[in-house]
Each structure stands twice: as structure tokens, then as C-alpha cells.
């Protein structure tokens, strides 16, 4: 599992991951990812487009980010999951913070939603 960060604009963290959400790979970027997800109010952006796989402890991980963010105030969205990925969070509860569109848009839905929680945006079909 490989990870990259990025910010969008000065207030969004953007964390990518490339692989499986595995016993492995989740171990790898779990410390990263959390940390990630710190501060006050943070808006947060997982790219789960190149993630092939997620186990339960990948989901435990995800479910983590999520409590993490919410409790310090902020949001989080799950960016564009491929397909294996969109079932495993429908299956955990987890596909009303799925986004699908442009990193910009996904930014944008954070930054202007009201009362702290972003839905899913974008077609569910692909």
C-alpha cells in the first residue's frame, strides 16, 4: 500500500492510497492516515480510486479517520472508491460519505457543507 498526501487550497488534506487495505497495507499507512485526520476541524479527502482491495481491518481503519474527524469538528470524504471498493462501504454503512467527481468538487462539497456531514455526490451506477 503506498500513500500520498497533498493539500487543496490551504485547508484540505488530500491522502491517496495505491493498494490493498489489507492486514499489510493497512498496518503500513494506518499511523499516517490518523494522523492525518488531527487538528482543528480538519477537512479530509481519502482517494480510494486506486485502492483494489479492503479488508474488515481496512474498513476499521476508514470507520477510524471518520470518528477521528467528526470528533475534532471537521469532515471527511471517501474519493472516488472503485467499484469492489463502493460495495465494501455499502455493505459497512459507509457509502454516505463517498464522493464521486473531480478533487475540487469533493474539496468544494467539504468546505460548504452545512451542519458537518457531506453526502454522497455523483453517479453510483459506474
Not at 79 to 101: C, K, M, Q, T
Request: with cysteine.
Amino acid at each position: 500500500m503506498e500513500l500520498s498526501f497533498a493539500e487543496i487550497g490551504e485547508d484540505v488534506s488530500l491522502l491517496k492510497l495505491d493498494g490493498n487495505l489489507d492486514l499489510t497495507g493497512t498496518r503500513a499507512v494506518e499511523v499516517e492516515v490518523l494522523a492525518s485526520c488531527g487538528g482543528e476541524r480538519p477537512l479530509v479527502l481519502i482517494g480510494l480510486s486506486e485502492t483494489r482491495f479492503v479488508s474488515s481491518l481496512g474498513v476499521l481503519l476508514l470507520l477510524q479517520a471518520l470518528k477521528t474527524v467528526a470528533g475534532r469538528g471537521g469532515r471527511l470524504l471517501f474519493l472516488n472508491p472503485s467499484a469492489l471498493v463502493a460495495s465494501v462501504l455499502e455493505i459497512s454503512g459507509l457509502s454516505a460519505y463517498a464522493f464521486r467527481g473531480s478533487e475540487a468538487d469533493a474539496a468544494d462539497a467539504l468546505r460548504n457543507s452545512a451542519g458537518g456531514e457531506v453526502l454522497a455526490g455523483g453517479d453510483w451506477s459506474a
